[in-house]
């Protein structure tokens, strides 16, 4: 594969990334973040996830060394943001860990992505990365094991500390007027039906989420 072949792919990629980030800026514009997992958010969350998994099958995982650190970037978000394509986020995951071995990425990657795997799993996350509205209104870090660990597992890979990274969470979701659900109990229960509807978890469901995720 000639240099030019992956300049073009890491062109496409980081067009992707900015799709998804400029629709996310018009939700911040219209109040709407935060307010449900939005059916055009979620569309091109699937289409990037789809057009990525198939520059996947012909290059492999997109590392810094193949696309450039941008498009290396950019390829992180996407797969973060595909939470209705378990089988793609796994795979992604898999390729992610195997490039940590050969030194290939970015260990802040695969701790993102590894915790959102987990929430998203109902597991408790390890480095504290995944953040959501509590039943008290409040923007708090996603169930995890033990926070000395999770201070010591972020410090290992150049994290600041879970409580200054809520601070830095909580602050922005206020820049961007979000707010928390007027129902939590409610919206709890739609966002484990769509985790049941997209296959992260065992049962049969179809109702969207009303998830924030802090994308």
Known sequence: ?????????????IELKNADLAFREKLIETGQLGKGYHKEMAQIHNSNAKILNDIIDNIGYPTADKVGEEACEASWLIIQHAIGQPAFMKRCLALLEVA?????????????????????EGKPQCHGTQFDWDENGALVPNHYDDLKKVNERRKSIGLNTLEEQTAIIQRRAKNENQSPPSDHRQRKMEFENWKKSVGWVNASASVPPKSNNNK
């Open 1 to 13: 594969m000639t240099p030019l072949h992956f300049n073009e792919i890491a062109t496409q990629i």
């Open 100 to 120: 940590m071995i050969e030194n290939k990425a970015d260990p802040k990657h695969l701790a993102y992505l590894t915790d959102r795997i987990a929430v998203l």
